[in-house]
């Protein structure tokens, strides 16, 4: 019921209209700097059924990956134009999830147009002069937003799993399950679970943010497996996140495995709202901690 109500709302185009306005107004008000763009939109029908947007140039990050994947010469080839766009893609991600607390739920290959101009044609891209203008970020129906409670949630669950206390993240996630549903959970289901989610983070690379050593997705998906395994509720809002954040990590490696998440993070947990932004200092000291001391 949650999941159906949630993805009814992408049949009203009013919603979508105004998703555009608020991610334009969010990421013009943040860093003009950032080559990100929305589609504007020009006309909305009150009913919810037409949705006249501009349109936008630009090639489908997925038509360029898949060119990669068949090793066919494309502006991938260029390493430099190629750290560029996972930097801003990283960059824009972080900036939905911890500054403005709106963040696309959809945001595949397919709904990310790259915008570059090449001088005369070439098939050699590699060695080309590829100058990058940016990303556009289309189908903007499906969003995320956390209660402050939840952004809380998030971020001490980030903490822990930081910090290698794999334990006392599955700990949380059971205490704070929605609805108070973790009082029904069986005893032996939360013990299972607590041991699952610390096998889980000892796995992770401690000593490193950098995403050929660090697979995000694939702790976010074993975390995902244990919640089904375990029958653990999980807030919608909170899962759909998760796999927002499964997806974006996909694009980022595939782009360049070499991006440093947690480099690249402070800024924008500086950022971040008052009372989400003291957690995430704590958090930030830990790691920082950590990585010393490692």
């Known amino acids: 019921k949650q999941f159906s109500t949630f993805m009814l709302k992408q049949l009203d185009l009013t919603v979508e209209a105004s998703n555009l306005e608020m991610f334009s107004e969010n990421f013009n008000k943040a860093n003009s700097s950032m080559p990100v763009k929305f589609p504007r939109k020009i006309l909305a029908s009150n009913n919810g059924g037409i949705l006249v947007e501009t349109y936008e140039e630009g090639i489908s990050l997925s038509d360029l990956l898949e060119?990669?994947?068949k090793r066919i010469p494309n502006v991938l080839d260029n390493q430099c134009f190629r750290k560029d766009l996972a930097n801003v893609g990283l960059r824009a991600f972080l900036q939905m999830v911890l500054v403005d607390n709106y963040c696309h739920s959809d945001l595949h290959p397919g709904n990310i147009?790259?915008?570059?101009?090449?001088?005369p044609a070439t098939t050699d891209f590699a060695n080309s002069n590829i100058?990058?203008?940016?990303?556009?970020?289309?189908d903007v129906g499906l969003t995320t937003r956390l209660s402050q409670e939840d952004q809380k949630n998030f971020l001490d669950l980030f903490s822990a799993v930081a910090q290698g206390n794999g334990r006392r993240a599955g700990e949380l996630i059971i205490e704070r399950?929605?609805?108070n549903f973790s009082s029904e959970i069986p005893e032996e289901n939360q013990r299972k679970?607590?041991?699952g989610m610390d096998a889980i983070v000892s796995s992770v690379d401690k000593d490193s943010f950098v995403l050929e050593r660090i697979h995000i997705g694939k702790v976010l998906q074993d975390v995902l497996g244990l919640v089904y395994k375990y029958r653990v509720p999980l807030d919608p809002n909170f899962g759909t996140l998760v796999l927002s954040i499964v997806i974006a990590e996909g694009i980022l490696r595939q782009l360049d495995g070499q991006l440093d998440i947690f480099k690249l993070s402070i800024p924008f947990l500086?950022?971040?709202?008052?009372?989400?932004r003291n957690l995430a200092l704590d958090t930030?000291?830990?790691i920082a901690r950590h990585k010393l001391l490692s």
């Open 113 to 119: 147009l790259v915008r570059f101009s090449v001088g």
């Open 193 to 195: 679970f607590v041991e």
């Open 131 to 138: 100058e990058f203008h940016g990303i556009t970020i289309v």
């Open 270 to 276: 500086l950022k971040a709202d008052k009372i989400y």
């Open 67 to 69: 060119l990669d994947r």
């Open 177 to 179: 399950a929605p609805s």
């Open 284 to 286: 930030v000291a830990e």
